[in-house]
């Protein structure tokens, strides 16, 4: 198989005006299985692989995360290839993170999980990471 710069979709940002009303919809009515939750965030199982749904309160709009093996490598190759960085890179709970924009303006996110994943509870609250 040949090697690509991204490994999977990691997830879709939804912007909701509520977490609890965003439950609600996405786990509650669309069947979306509650995953993980933080005090800002709430991430929902999509579909059968391991991609997710994240849903939060920033105001930014829609965003797509795609997953990388590793940030700092990542970010050469896409800059090699013509693509431009936005913002980053910076820490994130998980790993590290950069915005960046293909040479035809679309602007997403790169991210790796080189700190883990997240660790819950019983209730499904994060309780930290696990390797």
Known sequence: MKNTLFNKIDCVRIPVESLEEGLEFYSKKLGHEL???????????????????VLYTDPEGLEIDFHVQDVLQAI????????EIVKGPFEIPIGR?????????????????????FETDENKQVIGLKK
Request: proline letters at 2%.
């Open 35 to 53: 995953l993980w939750q933080t005090e800002s965030a709430v991430g929902l199982k999509l579909g059968d692989d391991k991609s997710e749904i």
């Open 97 to 117: 993170c950069v915005v960046v924009r293909d040479p035809w303006g679309n602007q997403y996110v790169i991210l790796d999980s080189s700190k883990g994943i």
């Open 76 to 83: 050469k190759d896409f800059v090699k290839a013509g693509g």
